[in-house]
C-alpha cells in the first residue's frame, strides 16, 4: 500500500533538507578555504603528498558534482512546492515524495571504456542516488579530503617550524663567514654542505610534506638535529676565527702576558729546586720545565702565519695555544709548591719536634737522659744540611713515641 504524504510531511522534509544543506554547504566552503587545502593547491606537489592529493581533488570534484545534483533535486522540490498559498493535490505530493525519497539525485553520464563493453553494453552509464544516499557519498568524501588537508597542514607545520629555524641559523653562520672571509679551511665546505641539506629538506618539506612525515623520510626530525649539531660546530670555528681577526693583536698581547707569567713561575721553581738540592738529601722532585720558551715559538709561529693562513686556522690554533698557556701556567705555578714540598715536610717536622719538646718540659720530662738523647737525636738530622728526610722523621717518630709513653708515669 502506498503511503500518502500530506503537505505538512513535505513541508517537514523540505524544511529538514534546507537545514541539511545549509550544513553541506558550509561545510565545504569551509573545507575550500582550509590553509591545507590552499596550501596544497597552490604547492607544486611531489611524492606521498602529489598522490595522496591527486586521489583527494578527483574525489573533491566528484563531491562538487554530487552537491549540484542534489541541489538541483531541492531546487525543483522548492519549486513545485511554491508558497504558502499553492495548492497541491494528490498528484503534486506524490511528485514531490518521489523527488525526496526515491533515486531522484542524477550524476552525469560516464563513459564505458570501449576494452571493457561487451557487443550489447551501453556506451555510458548513469547513477541515481536518493538523497540520503548523496549526502552519504558527500560525507565520505569530505571526511577523506578534509583529512588529506589536515594532515599536509600538519605536516608542514611539524616540519617547517625546526627547517626554518635551521635556516635561520644557517643564515647566521654564513653572515659570520662573510666576515671572516674567504678561505680554503674546510669548515667553508662543511657550511655549504650543511646548506644544501637544509636547502633540500627545506624544498622536500614544502613539495611533499605527507612523505616527510612518513616511512623513510620520518627521519627528518633526526637529520635536523644532526644539522644543528653540525652547524654549531662550524659556527664555533667561525666565531673563533672572527674573532682571531678582530682581535688578534690583543689576544696576542694577552698571551704574551701569561708566558711572562710562566718564566717566571718556572724561574722560581729553579730558584726553590737549588735551595732544595742544597738542604734536602736526594729530594724527589718533578723534571724542570722548559714550557715558556716553547710557547714563545708558537706565539712566533702564529705571528708569521698571520698573513698566509686562512682566520679559520688562525683562530683554531690561536684558541688552542689561549687554553694550554692557561693550564701550562697553572701547573708551573702548582710546580712551585711541588718542589718546595721537602722543605715544608722538614719545617713540619721541626715544628713537630719542638712542640713535643715543650710538651715534655711542662710535664717535667724533657731532661729525662732517654728522652734528651733522642731529642738530639732527631734534631741534628733536621737541622743538618743536607737533610736526609726519611731518617729525620723516624728519629722525630721515635722521639714522639717516647715522649708520650713517659708522659702517663705523671699524676
Known amino acids: 500500500m502506498t503511503t500518502m504524504w500530506t503537505r505538512q510531511a513535505i513541508d517537514a522534509a523540505i524544511d529538514r533538507r534546507a537545514l541539511e ?63 504558502p498559498k499553492t495548492k497541491l493535490g494528490d498528484r503534486e505530493l506524490a511528485a514531490m515524495a518521489a523527488l525526496l525519497t526515491g533515486r531522484s ?41 578534509k583529512k588529506v588537508a589536515v594532515d599536509a597542514e600538519n605536516a608542514w607545520n611539524r616540519l617547517l617550524e625546526p627547517l626554518d629555524d635551521l635556516q635561520a641559523r644557517a643564515r647566521a653562520a654564513r653572515a659570520t663567514a662573510d666576515q671572516v672571509g674567504a678561505g680554503g679551511d674546510p669548515v667553508f665546505d662543511r657550511l655549504a654542505g650543511i646548506e644544501k641539506q637544509v636547502s633540500d629538506l627545506r624544498r622536500q618539506a614544502l613539495t611533499d610534506p605527507l612523505g616527510m612525515v ?66 734536602i738529601a736526594a ?35 690561536l684558541s688552542a695555544l689561549e687554553k694550554n698557556s692557561r693550564l701550562i701556567l697553572e701547573n708551573a705555578q702548582k710546580r712551585i709548591a711541588q718542589i718546595r714540598e721537602p722543605l715544608d715536610r722538614r719545617d713540619e717536622l721541626r715544628g713537630l719536634l719542638e712542640a713535643y719538646r715543650a710538651r715534655a718540659a711542662r710535664h717535667g720530662v724533657a731532661e729525662a737522659p732517654a728522652l734528651t738523647a733522642l731529642y738530639q737525636s732527631a734534631r741534628d738530622r733536621l737541622w743538618s744540611a743536607p737533610c736526609d728526610l726519611t731518617a729525620a722523621e723516624a728519629g722525630v717518630r721515635e722521639y714522639l713515641a717516647a715522649v708520650g709513653a713517659a708522659l702517663p708515669s705523671m699524676s
Do not use: C
Open 21 to 83: 544543506r545549509s550544513g553541506v554547504s558550509a561545510g565545504l566552503l569551509e573545507l575550500d578555504d582550509h590553509p591545507g587545502r590552499r596550501l596544497l593547491d597552490g604547492a607544486k606537489l611531489t611524492g606521498a603528498t602529489a598522490e595522496a592529493w591527486a586521489k583527494a581533488s578527483a574525489e573533491l570534484a566528484g563531491l562538487w558534482t554530487v552537491f549540484e545534483a542534489y541541489q538541483q533535486v531541492l531546487d525543483r522540490v522548492s519549486t513545485m512546492r511554491g508558497g
Open 105 to 145: 539525485v542524477e550524476l552525469p553520464r560516464q563513459a564505458v571504456p570501449f576494452e571493457r563493453r561487451g557487443l550489447l553494453d551501453p556506451a555510458s552509464t548513469q547513477d541515481l542516488l536518493t538523497l540520503d544516499e548523496a549526502v552519504e557519498s558527500m560525507a565520505r568524501t569530505y571526511d577523506m579530503v
Open 214 to 279: 612518513s616511512g623513510a623520510m620520518a627521519a627528518t626530525p633526526a637529520r635536523v638535529a644532526g644539522l644543528l649539531g653540525q652547524l654549531a660546530d662550524v659556527r664555533t670555528e667561525l666565531d673563533q676565527a672572527l674573532a682571531a681577526r678582530t682581535e688578534f693583536d690583543q689576544r696576542m698581547a694577552g698571551l704574551q702576558d701569561v708566558i711572562v707569567r710562566i718564566a717566571r713561575a718556572e724561574a722560581e721553581a729553579e730558584q726553590v729546586r737549588v735551595t732544595v738540592r742544597e738542604k
Open 283 to 317: 729530594p724527589k722532585l718533578p723534571p724542570a720545565s722548559a714550557a715558556a720558551a716553547h710557547l714563545r715559538g708558537k706565539v712566533a709561529e702564529l705571528e708569521r702565519e698571520r698573513s698566509g693562513q686562512s682566520w679559520t686556522f688562525l683562530g683554531r690554533n
